[in-house]
């Protein structure tokens, strides 16, 4: 989308290890593209993260947040937390976080509202199962899940769309090019009508990118990047996927 600068994002998800995670920012951080890179890690590894890559372009961020800014949740983490550490984005509503942790739409909206109260910037996650697909209901599935997720005060800045489809993550499928676009149009149409400034929030495709696929699905219209799972724990592929967005 002209005008919009590409994110590629990656979720390592509950995987690495210290030495892994400082091996793969040492690969990372020299490195600057046409593109802003984001490296999401677990939380034990944010500080160390953090301080390897000081003084790069990478960007750090989390993978959840609580939606309250501190109090009795034992073993939960706070938005404003995450901003100490340095991080500037954070994942939230991820399928994973839907499907383990019973997350509702509604619960990630709030999420997102400290997220945003904490000067982060949301990358709230949305996308149809294998069965919802199939029964020809995506659109509507993914227009309620941005309808309930997404808070007020979300701007182009402060927010960015990813649309995973449940059933193209970690699997190696990924819908056609014409299913994202047909998607990510619905999407940007509705952020326009819903959103402050949602004819420039970033809206990215996740699912099984890698870097053989990655500049066929960045080129899609309304496509502004890509959330990488799986293929952003090797140095070498998240930077074949960040030179094909
Ligand atoms: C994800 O879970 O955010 C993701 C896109 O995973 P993968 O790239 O491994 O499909």
């Given amino acids: 989308t002209p005008g919009i600068r590409p994110l590629v ?20 951080k020299g490195r ?23 003084g790069s372009k990478l960007a750090l961020g ?3 947040c609580h939606a309250d800014a ?3 949740h034992t073993g939960d983490v706070a938005a404003p937390m995450l901003a100490d550490l340095g991080c500037s984005y954070v994942i939230l509503g991820h ?23 904490a000067g982060l910037t949301a990358i709230i996650c949305v996308g149809e199962t294998e069965a919802q697909r199939n029964a020809g209901e995506e659109l509507k599935i993914v227009e309620k899940q941005i309808v309930e997720s997404v808070p007020s005060g979300a701007n182009a ?22 299913d994202v676009e047909a998607m990510h149009r619905h999407i940007r149409a509705l952020l326009k009508s819903r959103v402050t400034g949602g004819a ?7 699912g099984s990118v890698k870097p053989s696929n990655a500049a066929e699905l960045m080129a899609v219209a309304e496509v502004n990047g890509a959330l990488v799972g799986g293929a ?11 030179e094909g967005a």
């Fill in 232 to 242: 952003s724990l090797k140095a070498e592929d998240f930077w074949g996927i960040a």
């Fill in 70 to 72: 501190s109090g009795a």
């Fill in 157 to 178: 800045g402060n927010t960015v769309i990813a649309y995973e489809p449940v059933w193209a993550i970690g699997t190696g499928k990924t819908p056609t090019a014409a």
């Fill in 62 to 64: 989390a993978q959840d």
């Fill in 200 to 206: 420039g929030m970033r809206i990215l495709y996740g």
């Fill in 9 to 28: 994002a990656g979720n390592w998800k509950m995987n690495g290890s210290l030495a892994m995670a400082s091996a793969l920012v040492g690969a990372l």
């Fill in 32 to 54: 600057q593209g046409n593109v802003d890179l984001l490296v999401c890690p677990p939380f034990p590894y944010l500080a160390a993260v953090g301080a390897a890559l000081a």
């Fill in 95 to 117: 399928s994973e976080r839907r499907t383990d942790h019973g997350e509702t739409s509604g619960m990630v909206a709030a999420k997102a509202q400290a997220a945003l109260a």
